[in-house]
């Protein structure tokens, strides 16, 4: 059974009057529901993800679930992202630091985000920081 589940960033318009608004939709086969109450969009989907992930009503709380349930991915803004890459940001809420590292997951000691370990990259100074943060960091000495 594949049910995908998907976010979409959105700008909200008013069709008579004036009126814009910015937040997501999230929708699967089954259901919808939207949030626009945004100040902005994040450039990074998982940084959308995690504000979704602040703004979760009952609707969207099920899908939560059902990806948690299937280890499934999740199409953001047209880009799929799979378990792997998403389970350190759903799971956080619900475990623990040693809980999540018992899950192999780290946190990065640059930007606190958590990311699977596989995703760590060591540092000369013996420090664990995201594949993200090591190409920033990369970008800035260059
Ligand atoms: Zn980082």
């Not at 992202?81 to 590292?101: A, F, N, R, S």
Request: proline fraction near 1%.
């Amino acid at each position: 059974m594949s049910n995908q589940i998907t976010i979409e960033a959105t700008k909200f318009v008013n069709v008579k009057g004036d009126g814009e608004t910015l937040g997501f939709r999230m929708y699967d086969d089954y259901g919808q529901t939207y949030c626009n109450t945004l100040e902005s969009i994040p450039d990074d989907d998982l940084d959308l993800l995690r504000l979704v992930l602040d703004n979760t009503d009952d609707i969207s709380a099920a899908m939560f679930e059902h990806i948690k349930d299937n280890e499934s991915d999740i199409c953001i803004n047209g880009e799929y992202y799979g378990w792997k890459t998403i389970k350190p940001i759903l799971c956080q809420d619900e475990l623990t630091d040693e809980e999540m590292v018992a899950k192999d997951m780290f946190k990065c000691e640059h930007c606190g985000k958590w990311f699977d370990i596989e995703d760590s990259v060591k540092l000369n100074s013996g420090e664990y920081w995201c594949v993200e943060c090591d190409k920033t960091q990369k970008r800035i000495e260059d």
